[in-house]
């Protein structure tokens, strides 16, 4: 079971690079790492996936080592709108055991 | 286009009564997934269907609660003899397949309150 351990809570100001860390130490080798971000009252929201070394795309990156047992989703010169709770998910084929999202990462960005 | 839906977006209700609520699916998804999210925490899943096969029923928390798809398209989650610890968000994704990599589109949710 890739259950996966993320912090609770992070602070940012306004402008800066936020890197938000998700350890996986039992990912599997057919597994992605996924991640959703959730605003209030909405339903989560895909961000980013990867299964190896680097992704970048218009929003995030996702800087995955070659272990794969952690991964880090780093966001850009962060701006208010980016507070929300940041969710990693691991696994490969859809099941009850690998949607596990846990309580995510609540990031709350400062003026 | 049009995104996962919903309905009712909020619902009150007493304790004891039966709930319904609706899911409608991106067309063209064939795996829908059932979620529930108290207040503050994480998403809890429920139950998957994958398109003709049997759902995946193991998150279901009691025999209270159960599913249906029909025609691989509308799914209704319905909660028999409400618990006011039922009181949360319960929230429909659906996807292109039910392969974890193809990420999941989330609707936004019925907020269900159980006086």
């Known amino acids: 079971l890739a259950k996966t351990t993320q912090p609770i809570s992070m602070d940012s100001y306004e402008g800066q690079e936020v890197n938000i860390t998700c350890s996986h130490n039992n990912i599997a080798t057919n597994d992605y790492i996924t991640w959703y971000q959730q605003f209030p009252s909405q339903g989560p929201r895909f961000i980013i996936q990867g299964y190896k070394t680097k992704v970048t795309n218009e929003v995030a990156s996702l800087f995955i080592p070659a272990d794969r047992k952690s991964s880090t989703l780093s966001l850009p010169r962060v701006s208010l709108s980016d507070t929300a709770v940041y969710y990693c998910?691991?696994?490969?084929?859809?099941?009850?055991?690998?949607?596990?999202f846990g309580t995510g990462t609540r990031l709350t960005v400062i003026p | 286009g049009a995104g996962v839906s919903q309905s009712p977006s909020n619902k009150v209700t007493e304790k004891g009564k039966d709930v319904e609520l609706r899911c409608d699916p991106i067309?063209?998804?064939?795996?829908l997934y059932w979620y529930r999210q108290s207040l503050g925490q994480g998403l809890e899943f429920l139950i998957y269907?994958?398109?003709?096969?049997?759902?995946?029923k193991s998150g279901l928390p009691s025999d209270r609660f159960s599913a249906e798809r029909t025609g691989g398209s509308v799914s209704t989650l319905t909660i028999q003899r409400t618990q006011q610890e039922d009181s949360a968000v319960y929230l429909c994704?659906?996807?292109?397949?039910?392969?974890?990599?193809?990420?999941?589109?989330f609707g936004d949710g019925t907020r269900l309150s159980i006086l």
């Open positions: 067309s063209g998804h064939t795996a």
């Open positions: 998910l691991v696994g490969a084929q859809t099941g009850a055991n690998n949607l596990f």
């Open positions: 994704a659906s996807s292109l397949t039910d392969r974890v990599h193809q990420p999941q589109h």
């Open positions: 269907f994958q398109g003709n096969s049997a759902p995946d």
